[in-house]
Each structure stands twice: as structure tokens, then as C-alpha cells.
């Protein structure tokens, strides 16, 4: 079936510094990837999302391209705020209709 | 604010009891995604309702059940409560059917602590 592996975290660090959390998965045909956000005490809100290989999706100074050499779908920010602390769920949807989740990363940005 | 809306925010209950959490999608969504997300098992998929039809199952246990309203709302009853029950409930909802490229929006969720 469809997985999703993300870095573990708990990821700290601080104001203006480069973020990568890693994602990669497996999946049968062409998957869509998705990121979500989700902020303390709120729900999940979609941060970017990618349909086909190579795309690039981008939102917020936030980026991730679908590689399908190396099943992947990094996240990447350049310069990441204290507002960005938050928790981040790589997703993908296949041929079914469900979402298939990784487990999530902490980020926490200190100022 | 995605659009979807879920009530109660907060629900506190005892074992052995049911409970319905009440889901209303985006204006113009046609799917409802219901997803339990809890410490141990992260999020899980569910269960979806597209135009008022069951459309796919996921890990749902058979003390839960839900369904799909005329009007698109969605209720997810969750009966004979046990502690592992407890864990925060997102329902989401898409335009289509789910098909790969349909965005999935969620709603805030609903904290369900069973006592």
C-alpha cells in the first residue's frame, strides 16, 4: 500500500535560518504529494501541493518539488520565521481517495 | 479559515457511551473525508461520503459509522466508547469525487476525550 516516511523531529532552529525536512514515499502510478501545516491548538491547513513530477509547489517562501527518481518531496524554506513554528505533514493521494499521512514533524523557530 | 466547520470543539465523555460529531464541508464541496488523528496511531483515514454515498473505507472501526445528509453535512457517531477512543477528529472536504488531483480542505476538528 501508499506510505508516506518524514524526518523524525523535533526539529529546532533558529530565526532567518534554511529549513529541508525530508519526505519521501511509495506509492503504485502517480500519486499526488501534498505538505500541511498544522499551528498549535488549530487544524490542518494545506501549505502546497503537487500534482505530477517535476512540479514545483510553492506558498508562504515555502517550496517542495515532486521527484519521482527519488520518490521525494522535500520541504524548503529559506528563512524561516518564529511564526512558522509549527507541526508538518508530507501527504500523498493515489489511485484511492484517502490521503496517506506521514507521522509529522515538529518545528520549533527560536528568535 | 478553510470553509469546513465541525462542532463541537470540544467534547468530554465516559466509557462506554456514544457520541456524534457534526462536519459541514465548503460551499460547493460535494466530498466529506472524515480522519481520527491520535498520538500513537498519527492520522488516519477513515471514511468518505461523496454526494451523500459511502465512496471509500479506511481503518473505521464498527462502533463508528457515519453518513452524509441531502444538504452535505456529514455526522460521524461514534458508539461503546473506550479510552483509546480519544483523540482529535478532522473532517475535510474536496469538490470531486477524490480523484488525484482534488485538494482535500479541513476543518478545525473536534477533541474527543473519553474518560
Known amino acids: 500500500g501508499n506510505s508516506v516516511t518524514q524526518m523524525e523531529g523535533p526539529v529546532t532552529l533558529s530565526e532567518e535560518a534554511f529549513l529541508t525536512i525530508n519526505c519521501t514515499y511509495t506509492a503504485t502510478g502517480y500519486p499526488s504529494l501534498f505538505w500541511y501545516v498544522q499551528y498549535p491548538g488549530e487544524g490542518l491547513q494545506l501549505l502546497l501541493k503537487a500534482t505530477k513530477a517535476d512540479d514545483k509547489g510553492s506558498n508562504k517562501g515555502f517550496e517542495a518539488t515532486y521527484r519521482k527518481e527519488t520518490t521525494s518531496f522535500h520541504l524548503e524554506k529559506g528563512s524561516v520565521q518564529v511564526s512558522d513554528s509549527a507541526v508538518y505533514f508530507c501527504a500523498l493521494k493515489g489511485s484511492n481517495y484517502k490521503l496517506t499521512f506521514g507521522k509529522g514533524t515538529l518545528l520549533t523557530v527560536n528568535p | 479559515d478553510s470553509g469546513v466547520t465541525q462542532t463541537p470543539k470540544h467534547l468530554i465523555t465516559a466509557t462506554g457511551q456514544r457520541v456524534t460529531l457534526r462536519c459541514s464541508p465548503r460551499?460547493?464541496?460535494?466530498?466529506v473525508y472524515w480522519y481520527q488523528q491520535s498520538l500513537d496511531q498519527g492520522l488516519q483515514f477513515l471514511i468518505q461520503?461523496?454526494?451523500?454515498?459511502?465512496?471509500a473505507k479506511g481503518n473505521i472501526l464498527e462502533r463508528f459509522s457515519a453518513q452524509q445528509f441531502p444538504d452535505l453535512h456529514s455526522e460521524l457517531n461514534l458508539s461503546s466508547l473506550e479510552l483509546g477512543d480519544s483523540a482529535l477528529y478532522f473532517c475535510?472536504?474536496?469538490?470531486?469525487?477524490?480523484?488525484?488531483?482534488?485538494?482535500?480542505?479541513f476543518g478545525p476538528g473536534t477533541r474527543l476525550t473519553v474518560l
Open positions: 475535510a472536504s474536496s469538490v470531486e469525487a477524490g480523484r488525484g488531483t482534488d485538494t482535500q480542505y
Open positions: 461520503y461523496y454526494n451523500g454515498e459511502e465512496r
Open positions: 460551499s460547493g464541496d460535494l466530498s
